[in-house]
């Protein structure tokens, strides 16, 4: 093998041109930065403008990197270290596995100190990125931990309800434990209090805002809509889903057997890049939210850290890269409510999603994703801005003609609203305790909808309540 195939083998690695003995810091914080996160390579003899230089005494230095690894790291990495020759000249390659036993310290003149990579440079970790390291050594996630929450203090009639829905079968008390959303003592996981209603995790809280323009220019004064939101996770899912539909625009084209339909922004791309925003990111960011923005030219969902490889997304074939959990406890239960696939990357389903617009309209437009050590972007492009359809203009506000209309007459709509009160009766016997917003989110109709429904329920002796509006509960009146 060639020196340069070692290279092109894997995007980490760091040239030496010499082996520094007196200050074995320069190398032994590759060491630990690369066992702390993917692995990777550093090549002794190599010089920084990729000259290969070779070493005078490469058995030597072999020997020396490999005593110093074991007297100056704890615990000790897994390497393969190799001389190669090449050109009559003599190389150490050292290959520094992933390790599992993180972190991986480096002892010099009395202080000990973990490395990380972040793009080509190892750097002394943060105390997150220690906390992190920590949780990866433990074989723990941060989502599986006790938290201080008991589970008696707090109520999942969202959860439950939504359960129901997508399983048709309760939520029982024991899938609580058996979920991992509480432990024996009866503390809730950060899993679990992160799917309570009204979560107490208050940094998991989600900040949406429509712009003016392409631009945040002037602050909120240049805001057509903005929300922050808090509460459980499928509450925010809901409620951030349901700001990006009041926000978007339907625009569509008559064709022979009806109309072709082309929305602003693909509905499975905006939907998985929630999900992934919400499950995925990096909860130990202390004060930090998921951020969604929407401009006339795009829309932008932002959130807390970057990929859990320490890798930077801009620079993987998205299409290869393997679905990676950073909280598998949540990820677990949003599969079993069928708001996410069991296997496949969501970046493929996003993909997908805006390669069949762009085949539909002609015309290659395609999403991007970008990540620092910190931070996780997608970038969703309006499919239909600065485009003429039906000769209407999707202009700067974003307004185009909107599909909303009817297209069934009285017949559709008597079902529809005969299939809603169906669904608040089914949510009110699981969720007894539902509050009206989530379960509007739920049935995916307006607040002031269910309102009508449920007086609609009430009138016609199908459900009543039980106590006051505040601190009362719903009861479904079985018929004979």
Not at 14 to 33: C, G, I, Y
Not at 232 to 246: E, H, P, T
């Amino acid at each position: 093998m060639k020196l340069k195939d070692y290279i092109g083998e894997t995007t980490s690695y760091d040239k030496k041109l010499m082996l520094e003995r007196k200050d074995p810091t320069s190398w032994l914080k590759s060491v630990s930065a690369f066992a702390n996160t993917q692995g990777g390579k550093l090549l002794f003899g190599v010089a920084n403008d990729g000259s290969f230089q070779g070493l005078a005494d490469a058995q030597g230095d072999s020997e020396f990197i490999s005593e110093t690894i074991k007297m100056q790291m704890d615990p000790v990495p897994e390497i393969d270290l190799t001389i190669h020759e090449e050109d009559d000249k003599r190389f150490v390659v050292v290959d520094i596995k992933p390790g599992s036993e993180t972190p991986y310290y480096v002892f010099v003149k009395g202080h000990r100190d973990a490395y990380v990579r972040i793009g080509n440079e190892s750097v002394r970790a943060s105390a997150i990125e220690l906390k992190r390291l920590v949780l990866k050594g433990s074989h723990r996630s941060w989502d599986s931990l006790p938290s201080q929450y008991k589970l008696t203090d707090f109520s999942f009639e969202l959860l439950r309800a939504t359960y129901f829905a997508k399983r048709h079968k309760s939520f029982e008390d024991a899938n609580f434990q058996s979920f991992e959303l509480v432990g024996d003592d009866g503390l809730l996981s950060y899993a679990g209090a992160l799917l309570a209603d009204g979560s107490p995790i208050r940094h998991s809280r989600v900040f949406c805002t429509r712009w003016k323009g392409l631009t945040k220019a002037n602050g909120l004064m240049e805001a057509l809509d903005d929300h922050e939101y808090s509460g459980g996770l499928i509450s925010l899912l809901n409620a951030a889903r349901s700001f990006i539909v009041a926000n978007t625009k339907m625009m569509w084209r008559k064709t022979n057997d009806g109309r072709m339909e082309y929305p602003e922004y693909p509905e499975r791309a905006y939907e998985e890049g929630l999900v992934n925003a919400l499950i995925h990111r990096d909860y130990l960011e202390i004060g930090s939210e998921v951020h969604i923005d929407i401009y006339d030219d795009r829309m932008e969902i932002v959130s807390p850290g970057g990929m859990p490889s320490g890798k930077c997304v801009q620079e993987l074939d998205l299409r290869q890269v393997a679905s990676m959990r950073r909280n598998p406890v949540i990820a677990d239960l949003f599969q079993r409510l069928d708001l996410m696939e069991r296997r496949g990357s969501g970046f493929k389903k996003i993909l997908d999603a805006y390669a069949f617009e762009s085949e539909k309209r002609g015309e290659t437009i395609m999403p991007r994703f970008e990540s620092t050590s910190t931070d996780f972007f997608l970038i969703l492009p309006n499919l239909n801005y600065g485009k003429v359809i039906n000769g209407v203009v999707s202009s700067s506000n974003g307004q185009g003609e909107d599909v909303s209309t009817d297209a069934g007459g009285e017949k559709s709509r008597k079902k529809g609203r005969e299939k809603s009160r169906e669904k608040i009766i089914a949510a009110l016997k699981q969720a007894p305790y539902i509050t009206m917003s989530d379960l509007a989110e739920l049935i995916g109709i307006s607040a002031k909808g269910v309102e009508k429904n449920i007086k609609i329920l009430r009138d016609q002796g199908f459900i009543r309540r039980i106590g006051p509006d505040k601190g009362g509960h719903w009861e479904v009146i079985e018929r004979a």
